[in-house]
């Protein structure tokens, strides 16, 4: 009887201690401290990726094209990890231990200032040593974190280009050279670990050095009777609460250097500046009513040659232009300028006889559809695809530009229909299928400027007849830029600009051109007498 009471009342007393107010209160404040860090931690990584994706997505193409898009990638993943553990983990720690220190010196200080200055005296080598370390933690970091990023581009690049790594029996080689990428990895994270770990044992044979200059001094100042016996003891038991904080923060250099590194790369992003923005006071853009004019531009990509010079022309509302010559003449540069994708360097363009400098540039480019050779598709559905440039677009709406675009027919024979994904780059598509969905969502967007670039010189004979009618419905009642190789899609242009080494050589419709007998002509003589040899309407050579 008694041992069950016993029992009954250890029982009792566990029951009791478990649901005793004090030990719920403190699983509820570590649950409300693991939730509370976690947000924190979570709202850093949130806030700055945030922050540098609206700031890149909005940076000119000239970033792009001379930045390695794993490098784009690495800044907000890994690096923003490395970031937020700086600033969540290890800075929390520094704090920490810094309150600690503070605590541990004023206290020292009231038993003897003298000790305390003692104690303090390896404060100096600390810094002989960790400066020259430090130093050499940064540049090692750095090389990590910038070959991270390429080994992130190379994954980018060999998936995204696999039907050629296939095609040409590449695998090894590209195994090869990520392998070497990756041990290249690892021998720079193992040199910069490797430093790294000298931090433990240098911060200990720092501390031990200051508790024997403690010792040594303290002992003199005992029987000099400044210090008293148990203020002696009391002073050392404060020491080792004063040594313990400063090793945390003496490793505190070598621990955050990753981080450290991270964000100076993060923020050399942030601080890459627009090279193409709103000037102050930037008009709205209201629509294209009569004329669009080049006046004697000129323009040079960064220390380069002159990619465009005193190019001059007008196109007037409801004019098709075509732009032909040989590749890197420049006809994508007059169209990237008009867009303001760059500026010029000398002269001007007007529209409605406004310089398009002086015009917002969100208005400005909401004047534009383009469709080009390289049509971007992206991973999800069809009918948001046609609607990427025009999201609220109804169902009825999308459906009727796809008809017009002739992909009416083979998008409703797709498994899911308009709602089937197309894959990445709409790698499910054929290049025909991909080009008639990029004409749908421009004439979704219903753009009164259209830019073909090279719009059909990838697709074969069949899908051109098939795109060339889908075009001719995105033409009507718009003015048309239409770069092209094949000169037998700009028969009917109103213009033609025959351009050659940046400049334009020659302008005029077609008739016009074939009379004079110069660079057009040779152009479409040399075509279309190489396409009856090879015994194809289509056979084109590449201008």
């Given at each position: 009887m008694g041992r069950r009471s016993r029992g009954s009342a250890r029982g009792n007393w566990q029951d009791h201690s478990t649901h005793h107010p004090s030990v719920s209160n403190k699983k509820y404040l570590?649950?409300?401290?693991?939730?509370?860090l976690a947000r924190v931690e979570q709202?850093?990584?949130?806030?700055?990726?945030?922050?540098?994706?609206?700031?890149?997505?909005?940076?000119?193409?000239?970033?792009?094209?001379?930045?390695?898009?794993?490098?784009?990638?690495?800044?907000?993943?890994?690096?923003?990890?490395?970031?937020?553990?700086?600033?969540?983990?290890?800075?929390?720690?520094?704090?920490?231990?810094?309150?600690?220190?503070?605590?541990?010196?004023?206290?020292?200080?009231?038993?003897?200032?003298?000790?305390?200055?003692?104690?303090?005296?390896?404060?100096?080598?600390?810094?002989?040593?960790w400066g020259p370390l430090v130093g050499v933690l940064r540049k090692l970091d750095h090389s990590v974190l910038d070959l991270g990023g390429d080994i992130t581009a190379h994954i980018q690049e060999t998936f995204s280009g696999i039907r050629l790594v296939k095609s040409s029996s590449s695998e090894n080689r590209e195994r090869e050279r990520f392998s070497a990428l990756t041990g290249e990895y690892f021998h720079r994270f193992m040199r910069a670990e490797f430093v790294r770990a000298l931090a433990p044992p240098l911060?200990?044979?720092?501390?031990?050095?200051?508790?024997?200059?403690?010792?040594?001094?303290?002992?003199?100042?005992?029987?000099?009777?400044?210090?008293?016996?148990?203020?002696?003891?009391?002073?050392?038991?404060?020491?080792?609460?004063?040594?313990?904080?400063?090793?945390?923060?003496?490793?505190?250099?070598?621990?955050?250097q990753p981080g450290l590194v991270a964000a100076e790369r993060i923020f050399d992003f942030l601080d890459i500046p627009h090279e193409v923005s709103d000037a102050p006071g930037a008009l709205p853009v209201r629509g294209?009513?009569?004329?669009?004019?080049?006046?004697?531009?000129?323009?040079?990509?960064?220390?380069?040659?002159?990619?465009?010079?005193?190019?001059?022309?007008?196109?007037?509302?409801?004019?098709?232009?075509?732009?032909?010559?040989?590749?890197?003449?420049?006809?994508?540069?007059?169209?990237?300028?008009?867009?303001?994708?760059?500026?010029?360097?000398?002269?001007?363009?007007?529209?409605?006889?406004?310089?398009?400098?002086?015009?917002?540039?969100?208005?400005?480019?909401?004047?534009f559809a383009i469709v080009s050779q390289d049509t971007v598709l992206f991973h999800d559905t069809v009918s948001s695809n046609i609607a990427y440039g025009r999201p609220g677009a109804s169902h009825s709406d999308i459906v009727a530009a796809a008809t017009a675009a002739y992909a009416h027919g083979f998008i409703t024979e797709m498994p899911r229909g308009y709602d089937t994904i197309v894959g990445e780059r709409g790698v499910e598509l054929s290049g025909g299928e991909r080009q008639r969905i990029a004409i749908a969502r421009a004439l979704l967007m219903?753009?009164?400027?259209?830019?073909?670039?090279?719009?059909?010189?990838?697709?074969?004979?069949?899908?051109?007849?098939?795109?060339?009618?889908?075009?001719?419905?995105?033409m009507l009642g718009r003015t048309v830029f239409v770069i092209a190789h094949r000169l037998s899609t700009i028969l009917?242009?109103?213009?033609?600009?025959?351009?050659?080494?940046?400049?334009?050589?020659?302008?005029?419709?077609?008739?016009?051109?074939?009379?004079?007998?110069?660079?057009?002509?040779?152009?479409?003589?040399?075509q279309f007498n190489e396409a009856d040899l090879v015994g194809s309407p289509w056979f084109v050579d590449e201008i």
């Open positions: 570590s649950l409300s401290r693991t939730y509370f709202g850093v990584s949130l806030d700055l990726r945030n922050q540098i994706y609206g700031h890149l997505v909005n940076l000119d193409l000239s970033f792009f094209s001379r930045t390695r898009l794993g490098q784009v990638v690495s800044r907000l993943t890994t690096e923003v990890e490395q970031f937020r553990r700086l600033v969540t983990t290890e800075l929390f720690k520094v704090l920490s231990a810094g309150l600690e220190f503070s605590v541990a010196v004023i206290a020292m200080l009231l038993i003897s200032w003298k000790l305390t200055l003692a104690a303090f005296v390896v404060v100096p080598l600390a810094m002989i040593f911060t200990e044979l720092l501390a031990a050095a200051g508790t024997v200059v403690i010792l040594w001094f303290g002992a003199r100042l005992v029987v000099a009777g400044e210090v008293t016996g148990p203020e002696f003891v009391g002073f050392i038991g404060l020491s080792v609460k004063l040594y313990s904080p400063v090793k945390n923060v003496a490793k505190f250099p070598a621990i955050a294209f009513v009569s004329d669009i004019t080049f006046e004697d531009v000129s323009f040079t990509y960064r220390r380069g040659e002159p990619v465009l010079r005193g190019i001059s022309f007008e196109a007037s509302h409801g004019d098709v232009i075509a732009l032909v010559g040989p590749s890197g003449a420049g006809k994508s540069t007059i169209v990237d300028l008009l867009g303001r994708f760059f500026d010029v360097d000398d002269g001007c363009i007007m529209l409605d006889g406004l310089d398009i400098r002086q015009l917002r540039i969100e208005d400005l480019r909401s004047l219903n753009r009164p400027i259209l830019v073909l670039d090279e719009a059909m010189s990838s697709v074969d004979p069949a899908a051109e007849r098939v795109i060339r009618e889908a075009t001719s419905h995105l009917h242009a109103n213009k033609i600009l025959v351009m050659d080494k940046g400049e334009i050589i020659e302008q005029g419709d077609h008739g016009s051109l074939m009379a004079k007998a110069g660079l057009y002509r040779r152009l479409y003589d040399s």
